[in-house]
């Protein structure tokens, strides 16, 4: 064997063993890129299954707010506020909670987010602290991210209609002394990659049949 042969095969050998190692390089960061999107797939769906419960849940709850009883829902384009027998933190076991949505911008201006915040409900005294219609919901570090990187997204609201009627029309905002037939939540995505799971409009009915005056003497 003369040494140009040898050369020649550890030349060979190195081409081979550079070739092999940017294939497992390649492979391991498509890998890693497909993992990234299913997961965020998987938030994304997730999220949506739980903003959908948290809206299905609606519970009938009636606040005193300055001496008077009236029902807790306070709806606005951009937040929301009423009380769900559906929670993050305890799904449909735990106790009922008084629930903040708000849309917030990111990414200096561009996009925006949507959260959640979460709090015990301990019956008509406990909602004292959220008798401020059209007050701002304050987003902190326990506030749980529904979606995220939206181009846009708002709330709107149907009006009940008496029996036999199925539904009226649809607000921008909620300022009627009783609950809305059905609840809509209109979201944009912000990205363009047709891989990744865009978020959907969620529309819930509110099962809701009780009068706001009566006094069922449980909520």
């Not at 890129?33 to 949506?48: E, F, I, V, W, Y």
């Not at 305890?90 to 987010?113: M, T």
């Not at 602290?129 to 979606?147: E, I, K, T, W």
Request: overall charge positive; some cysteine.
């Amino acid at each position: 064997m003369t040494l140009l042969e040898v050369l020649l095969a550890v030349s060979l050998l190195g081409l081979l063993s550079v070739g092999m190692v940017m294939s497992i390089r390649v492979g391991i960061g498509a890998m890693g890129r497909t993992s990234a999107k299913l997961t965020a797939n998987r938030r994304m769906a997730g999220a949506q299954r739980i903003l959908e419960q948290q809206l299905q849940g609606l519970l009938p709850a009636v606040a005193a707010c300055a001496g008077q009883r009236r029902p807790f829902f306070e709806g606005e384009p951009q937040s929301m506020r009423f009380v769900s027998g559906y929670s993050i933190e305890e799904a449909w076991r735990g106790r009922a909670r008084v629930l903040e949505f708000q849309v917030i911008p990111v990414d200096r201006g561009r996009g925006v987010r949507l959260v959640v915040n979460e709090h015990l409900y301990a019956g008509p005294v406990s909602l004292a602290a959220f008798c401020r219609p059209g007050s701002p919901v304050a987003v902190g570090p326990q506030s749980f991210v529904l979606a995220d990187r939206l181009e846009s997204c708002r709330f709107v609201y149907q009006e009940p209609l008496p029996p036999p009627g199925e539904g009226g029309p649809w607000r921008a905002d909620w300022r009627i002394p009783k609950w809305p037939r059905a609840i809509r939540v209109e979201m944009t995505s912000l990205d363009d990659d047709a891989t990744r799971l865009r978020p959907l409009t969620v529309t819930a009915a509110v099962h809701v049949n009780r009068y706001p005056v009566f006094d069922y003497g449980d909520f």
